[in-house]
């Protein structure tokens, strides 16, 4: 078997006396497309920001390709491989998208923070980052400032922004919140397209959504992960809609 | 195939069009700043236009700062005066030729930011402001203290007409001065601009917009702080050396909070959002104080009050003034706007002028010697502990600020009318 994506073993998180992940056990394939599902207040945000190195774990071990990585800073794990977005739009507001886009790409084309090329004159770095645009379908608001996008497609820069860099695991917080039926279902349609053979790793309210992307859904419960399968597995198992599921699913069928 | 090579040429075309937009301003500036002192003959004008251009510098490396790294810093004449200080001694003691000085100036600003910066851009925000006001208290103090190399209160003083020649030019003429640091500071704004069009300068305004998205792309919010910081440092120490060659002199008020305070205000007031700003702030400012100093003691409670009056009204400083016009500028409405806004300026300048000398005629009865009574403003003397002149001058700032609030919502309709399309356009896209 390969080297999972992702794996996380016996991971913790408590502040202070809160705990808030407990004990979590979990393995991802390269080129998955994982969801993870869960009560409010379950610790889905938390165990995002635990792999993307926004908090350090407080016991357990994470690897990424094979390698520890908890307790890293954010931009070393990007640097590895791993992007993520936000689940409340996270952009660079006064920064037109066009500079958005091209701002994700700085690091991983090689410029880092050089400050002896002129970006203007690097057509390979403007023709990737008008590449992305169009992946996006934003080229027509190139030039605008991020800021005065609507809500969709803010949200749509914020997956250009996240993919931009490469990165092969992507993970996505609650890409569709506060979405309308139609702009969901064109942002599931662009999560598709543009994490083809990577890994993704996401956590999403709308089970429609999960269920239509999701290879293997993981379902957190209070700080644990009560079950991880299948959609059609996770569906039937009596723990998870004893927990969780069952009103939701109703709701979705 | 044919059309392939015409789009492409037409592209060429626009390439080039753009850059020719892009290199036009400096060639003029170019070509202003050699020509200044053609046009303006006299010593002090010279004077004036040097200590200008050594703002130009100070403030566009303060503005890589605030501007386009999001750090306010209220330590800044640190970099300049360290800088300074440098220089003068090394013109004591060195026969280095004057023109490379500035080189020395900027290596001694970047050392020291190099140092400070190690630990103060950890944070932005208020923790970066707060060490930046803690360095520049520290650097203060040791100015004091260590006589042997900030002179104490004296200073320390050099002559620059000492140091080898260069090609023959000894650098004793004001003018010669003013071509060195002319020279340097558009070598100085040039490579400043330049800086912002790097991916160091990209990444700078993506961590001054927000520092954890851009952790989480790949870049280390506090690096890219540090090479912002460091940069302005570089530039902060040019600035410095230029001082030197043109004082001669370098004392402790080159490094106190004073000093680093008015350099935020000259930012401020140009505007922080745009490259152009800190050069209008400090052309402006420099005016004002040189102008200004001579006519009235109190001129700074006027800067005060204008920058007071720049924050609340206009954030985004004498620029953003300017560049809200774009879009009545576009439609061609611009003279829509003329006749209110010289409405408002006769108004607001009446109020202006009589509050000024209100308090110009308190200033005097405060300050003038005991039994001076005789007090002259715009040519009239009169006798200031008379009420009269005291009425009159509040009474005349009083009707021109109620004419002032009376014509805002002309102004605010004609604007209004300036920045509405004439017609939709095609594609029906307002």
Same mark, same amino acid.
Request: aromatic content about 6%.
């Given at each position: 078997m390969s080297v999972p994506a992702i794996a996380l073993t016996d991971v913790h998180k408590s502040f202070g006396k809160a705990q808030i992940i407990r004990g979590v056990d979990l393995s991802i394939?390269?080129?998955e497309r994982h969801a993870i599902i869960g009560p409010n207040g379950a610790g889905k945000s938390t165990l995002f920001n635990l792999i993307t190195g926004r908090f350090a774990p407080t016991s357990g071990t994470i690897k990424l390709h094979g390698e520890e990585i908890q307790g890293r800073?954010?931009?070393?794990?990007n640097r590895r491989g791993l992007s993520r977005s936000f689940q409340i739009t996270n952009i660079f507001p006064k920064m037109s998208v066009f500079e958005n886009v091209r701002c994700a790409l700085l690091w991983p084309m090689g410029y880092r923070y050089s400050f002896w090329h002129m970006v203007s004159g690097q057509s390979e770095?403007?023709?990737?980052a008008d590449g992305i645009l169009e992946r996006i379908n934003l080229s027509a608001r190139r030039d605008l400032p991020a800021g005065v996008l609507s809500y969709a497609e803010q949200r $749509? /820069?914020?997956i250009g922004i996240t993919i931009a860099g490469g990165a092969n695991v992507i993970m996505l917080d609650e890409p569709t919140a506060g979405m309308s039926h139609s702009e969901a279902d064109y942002m599931v349609d662009l999560i598709r397209q543009v994490t083809e053979g990577k890994t993704l790793i996401m956590v999403e309210h709308d089970m429609g959504v999960v269920f239509n992307l999701a290879d293997r859904i993981s379902v957190l419960v209070y700080g644990e992960i009560i079950a991880s399968d299948r959609p059609d597995a996770v569906r039937a198992n009596p723990k998870v809609q004893e927990a969780y599921l069952g009103? $939701? /699913?109703e709701a979705a069928h | 195939m044919t059309i392939a090579r015409t789009t492409e040429g037409q592209a060429r075309t626009i390439a080039s069009a753009g850059q020719w937009r892009v290199m036009l301003p400096w060639i003029v500036a170019l070509v202003l700043l050699l020509a200044m002192p053609f046009i303006f003959r006299s010593s002090s004008t010279i004077t004036i236009m040097n200590q200008m251009a050594i703002t130009i510098v100070f403030a566009l490396s303060y503005n890589m700062l605030l501007g386009q790294g999001g750090m306010l810093s209220f330590g800044h004449a640190v970099y300049m005066g360290l800088g300074g200080f440098f220089c003068v001694h090394l013109m004591k003691s060195l026969p280095i030729p004057l023109p490379f000085l500035p080189l020395f100036g900027g290596f001694f600003g970047l050392l020291f930011a190099i140092i400070i910066g190690a630990f103060s851009t950890r944070r932005a925000g208020t923790v970066f402001a707060m060490i930046s006001l803690g360095v520049g208290e520290l650097v203060a103090a040791c100015s004091i203290i260590i006589v042997a190399f900030f002179g104490g209160e004296e200073g320390v003083k050099a002559d620059r007409t000492k140091v080898p020649e260069f090609f023959g030019v000894n650098f004793a003429s004001q003018t010669e001065v003013y071509y060195l640091i002319a020279v340097w500071t558009f070598l100085a704004a040039l490579a400043m601009y330049l800086f912002t069009r790097t991916p160091a300068g990209r990444i700078a305004n993506a961590v001054r917009d927000n520092e954890e998205r851009a952790e989480f792309l790949g870049y280390s919010q506090r690096y890219v702080r540090l090479i912002s910081f460091c940069a302005a440092g570089f530039f902060a120490g040019i600035a410095g050396a230029l001082f030197a060659v043109n004082f001669e002199i370098l004392t402790a008020e080159n490094l106190n909070l004073q000093t680093s305070g008015a350099i935020l205000l000259v930012t401020f007031l140009g505007g922080v959002g745009f490259f152009i700003g800190p050069i209008i702030g400090a052309i402006v400012f420099t005016l004002?104080?040189?102008?200004?100093?001579?006519?009235?003691?109190i001129w700074q409670l006027y800067v005060g009050v204008l920058f007071l009056a720049t924050v609340m009204f206009f954030p985004f400083g004498l620029t953003g003034l300017l560049a809200m016009h774009h879009t009545a500028w576009r439609e061609g409405k611009l003279g829509v706007l003329v006749i209110p806004y010289l409405k408002m300026l006769l108004a607001g300048g009446i109020g202006i002028l009589a509050a000024a000398c209100f308090?110009?005629?308190m200033f005097h009865v405060r300050h003038a010697a005991v039994g001076d009574h005789a007090m002259r403003l715009f040519g009239q003397t009169f006798d200031s502990h008379t009420v009269w002149p005291w009425l009159l001058t509040g009474g005349a700032a009083l009707i021109g600020f109620a004419l002032v609030k009376r014509l805002a919502p002309?102004?605010?309709?004609?604007?209004?009318e300036a920045n509405t399309p004439n017609a939709v356009r095609r594609g029906g896209k307002p």
């Open positions: 394939a390269p080129r800073p954010p931009y070393e794990i770095l403007n023709e990737a $749509a /820069l914020e009103a $939701a /699913l | 004002l104080q040189s102008v200004l100093s001579l006519q009235t003691e308090l110009e005629i002309e102004v605010k309709a004609a604007w209004d």
